[in-house]
Structure formats: structure tokens, C-alpha cells
């Protein structure tokens, strides 16, 4: 096992790694790239990404916020001359660095390996579907009309088929999933369009290609053998670099799950209808199946209603209403089965949906088996529909046998890998024994940047009045700062809380998570100049606001994972059944990987400068919070709300 904990300042010494050396003073970025400034950090995490490619090696490497991880890994990748994918947290991560980042490094290195960008089938336009939707006619208002039109329009120009390409027609928008496949409805080589489909033409780009940028939930779907329709996409690879690295145990945890929800039944009884269109007779014989089945999902979401909005199997296996309504469900399934087989001989798309029939009434009755032990049996409910899931406990050691099968190198990188300065969490947590280890700090200049700010005499978490304090001890902080300031929040409830009482004490704009799309809110609140924004979960990690426009983030607790989690229970119920605690082995460490991911939002740049606002007491006053704080990047301390004033005066 290697460690290197360098400090910014010091130089690393990284003795005959030629990517470092492209990286360093001497080399063509500082050369050819404008405003590129070599960093001793950045070579030594090349150096180290190098290393574990050309030997195969398991890599676990923190690079702090303005290292330059992209470079890093984007340098030592395309040098070696072998295949590697390259994978991210988000598709829009996805696509900067496909479109951006890798064309410059491509560029300066002269290099002339093919790449290829990989996304999830359902981010491909299909052209079956698109013509069985034109054919139907049936929509619910004029704009689907207008967007379904778009969309044929575009389809006739595309090379890609990648709807990120289409802006006119919005991300969420009910016609997408119509127009595009997913696994259960894809017809394969089966479809009358098969040779002109753009999922193929992209699995075959990436098939070739010597680097292959794809994002966590594709990676996982093929590795975990998810059944896409066309076997291993991502074949032959002789290194893994997974970015953002820090989302893999949750990630992980869906994706070697059992899923079976409202919509994919609904689903199946709509492709059922729009499939009888293409087959004389079929419509007669199949509607009062399809009809069945999209009763008993209406009866079965109406019998849950009594229910939590998520919960152990368990709550709700031995409720009389809901024995009955899943027995129902099961049998409509299994008709509607059988009344597809027979006519399986007369139409490729109806024995295709019969396959999907059939495969649902076993996950089906697999999900609802009390007695399983295998993983964790859980329910979910939205606000029309349902899912049931199995998720397995341990991930390791499904995660151990897919790397080791692949017998390549993996990459795992991030700026929130580490809890107290160490990795044992997280490669406990996916199953690593002994990687190489690298943890290389941020260049940003924390002391003259940035102050952190722990405001005395707010009351335990716990209390009624917690949040109403919270802004009490803010607004005098948003007044220095005239704004500019993110508020994150662990509950919704708590930003809901907050946004009644903010618009009676401030008068800069205010941006509240879930009034818009988070795009529209993150443009809106750069523009505004003094806008304050009020988020909860998906604020906390890939949200960038670099400059004037970001000067204080408010973080109100400490992010412990909510206890009405059926798995994180399960989870923390088996550690404590082998001897372990849980509160320190699991729940202290991943609130730290979340308090840093929040906390990282403020200084994304040398010339960026902001205040810190913890305001959970539990910091200073119990023992963990000595390991939280350690965590944190080196910023200046004070209890003094003078002198979180004084910073931005």
C-alpha cells in the first residue's frame, strides 16, 4: 500500500513518469495551454494514475478541489495506449468532459487514439417507437403535439440520436419516454430499424474505441450484467477510472438490486396496446388483460396509501388489503402472459412483450417472498405509483468479483474520498484490500480565502425551534455578505421552514430548491448578483458557482443519513449483529463524505472568497466532531459573528 499526503507547497517527487512531466513547467500544456499554471499535486496524482494503469493496479486517490484531477488522469489515460473507460457522476459531467476536456488534452498531446461518448439507452432517440407514437396520435395537450413534431424533425438530421442535442424539447418532458427504449421494450435485432438505430451505432463506436467516457449508472448497468439487449458493451477494457467516486456505494447498491415499480407495469399494458396495432385481431383478445393489469396497479397503489412513503417489506406483507390487491396483481400478470403466448407466433413485438410479462410476475413474486433473506425487501411510494425492490446488503464482494473478473486496473477518484485524512471507509465499502492510496490537497489558499464560522448558543438539532434559530444567526451574516449565499439543508422540511420565514427578513432574491428545474435555478441565481438560494440533497454535490456571485454557504446539520431507510437500517442492524457500531463504522463517516461535499461548494476558484456557516453545535460539543472538522479543508476558525462581518468588509 502506498501513501503520499503531499501539501501543495511541497514538491512530489515523481522520478521517470513521462505524464507528469508533460504536466510540469517544462512540458506543452504550460506551453500551448493559456492560463494553464503547473502543479506539483497534479503531476504527482499523473505519476500515481500512470503507475496503477501499467501495472494493473487498484488506485484510491483524493485530489482537493483545483488540483486538476481531469488532466491528471485525462494525461497518463491517453499516453498508455490502452483501452480504457473513463466514467463520471453525471451526465453533464459526462458531456464537458467528452466535449471540452478531452479534445484539449487530445490536442496538446498530439494524440491519435479514437474516443467515443457511451450514454444509457435512454438517451438515444428510437426511431420504432418515435414512428409507433406519430402512428397512435394519442396525446394529452397541443404542446406534445408541437414537440412530438420537433422531435421528427430532428430525427431526420441527427447523427447521434442523443437527445441533449434537442433543447427546444425539455429534459422531463412525458413525450421522452414514448420515443425512447429501455431494456424490457427494446426489440433488439428483432426491430424493423434495427440497422439505423442510434443505441447500436453508439455501443459500436465505444466497442472500437481506445477511450470510452461513460457515467456511473451506464458502468453499472453493463457490469452488473443488467440484460441491456445486446451483452458487455464495455468489453476488453485494460483500465477503469471511475471520477466522483464517492457516489459508487449508493450507486452500487441499485444497481445489483431487484426492481419491479407502478410505472414499468403500466408500461408493459401501454406497449401491449400500442404492439396490437400492428396485429389484426390481437386487440380483441388481449384488452381485457391489459385492462386487468392496469386496474390491479390503481387497486394495489390505492391499498398502500395507509402506508409510510417508503419501508420494509415487512410493514406491509401481512395488511389483509394489500395480500389481496398483490394477489390480484400477480394473476393479471400471469393472464395477461398467457394471453400474449398465443400470439407469439404471429408477432415478434407481442412475444417480446410476453417475455417481459413473464420475467415481471417472477420479479414479482420474487420481491414479495417474506421469507427471502438474500437482501433487503423494500417498498417506495410517489405520488401516483409504487416500486419494490430487493437490495443486497454487502455490495464488497459483488463489486470484488466484477474487478477482479475484469482483470484491469481501476481508478477511483474523487475530492471526498477520505474520513479523517484515511480511506478505510470507503474501501471497506466496496470491497479494496490494500490499493495504492494517494491524497493530494487542494492548491487554493484556505487561509487568506475563506473563514469558517460556528455561531455559539443555537440549541440541539433536536429542538422545535432549531430552524427558526438557524436564520435568526444567519440574516446578520447575509447582510454582510449582501447575499450571494447558498443555504443547504438536511430535510425538506427544513427548507420549507425556511422559506416562510426568509422573505420577512431579507430583501435580496430568493431561489428555492423545487419552485423550478435546478438548471433554471442555478442560472437564475448567478445572474441575480445577491440571490439566496435555499437546497436540500441534490445541492449538496455538482453544483459549481464559481466567482462573486457564491460568498457564503450555510450548512444547517450535520448530514446523518435519515433513519426511515429500510436498507440503511438492515445495514446498520447486521454491523451491529457482527459486533461492530454502527454510529461510528458507517454513519459518522459517510455524514463526513456529505458535510465535505456541501462545504465544497464554496471556493472552486484562487480568486473566489466566502464564509462557512456550520451551524450544528454537535460539532463543538460532542466527541465526533473533532473527526468532522478534521475533514474540512484548513479553513480559519471563529465563533465570532464580528468577524464573519469583518471578512467581507
Known sequence: ??????????????????????????????REVPGFAPRAVQQAMAAAVEEAI????????????????TYAYLVPALMSGKRVIVSTGTKTLQDQLFHRD????????????????LKGRANYLCLHRLEQTYKEGRFTSREQVSQLHAIRVWSQRTLAGDRAELAEVAEDSLLWPKVTSTTENCLGADCPMFNDCFVVKARRAAQEADLVVVNHHLLFADLAIKQEGFGEILPGAHAFILDEAHQIPDLAGQFFSVTLSARQLSELAGDTLAECANVSGALASLQPAIEALTLAVKRLRLALDRFPTKGSFVQIEHDSEVERELAELAGALAALAEALDKHAARSRGLA???????????????????????????YELSAHGFAFHATPLDIAGPLRELRAQSQAAWIFTSATLAV????????????????????????????????AYLPRGLPDPSAADYVDR???????????SNGRAFLLFTSHRALRRAAELLPQRIAFPLFVQGTAPRNLLLTAFRESGNGVLLGAASFWEGVDVAGDALSVVVIDKLPFAAPDDPVLVARLDALRDAGGNPFTEWQVPNAVIALRQGAGRLIRDVHDRGVLMLCDPRLTTRGYGKLFLASLPPLPRTANLDDAVRFFA
Not at 501495472?55 to 484531477?69: F, N, P, S, W, Y
Not at 484539449?104 to 498530439?110: P, S
Not at 412483450?353 to 423494500?378: F, M, N
Open 102 to 117: 478531452l479534445p484539449q488534452v487530445r490536442g496538446v498531446l498530439g494524440a491519435r487514439l479514437s474516443a467515443a461518448l
Open 54 to 69: 501499467a501495472d494493473r493496479q487498484m488506485l484510491v486517490a483524493e485530489a482537493g478541489t483545483g488540483t486538476g484531477k
Open 352 to 378: 417480446s412483450i410476453g417475455e417481459r410479462a413473464t420475467e415481471q410476475a417472477a420479479r414479482l413474486s420474487h420481491l414479495t417472498d417474506g421469507s427471502a433473506r438474500d437482501a433487503v425487501h423494500w
Open 470 to 480: 438557524v436564520i435568526d444567526a444567519v440574516v446578520p451574516v447575509l447582510e454582510a
Open 1 to 30: 500500500m502506498s501513501k503520499v499526503f503531499p501539501t501543495p507547497e511541497s514538491p512530489i517527487p515523481h522520478p521517470g513518469s513521462p505524464a507528469a512531466d508533460l504536466l510540469g513547467p517544462e512540458g506543452p500544456f504550460a
Open 420 to 451: 479523517g485524512g484515511r480511506f478505510e471507509h470507503f474501501a471497506r465499502q466496496i470491497g479494496l484490500s490494500d490499493p495504492l492510496e494517494l491524497r493530494v490537497d487542494s492548491p487554493f489558499d484556505y487561509g487568506r480565502q475563506a473563514l
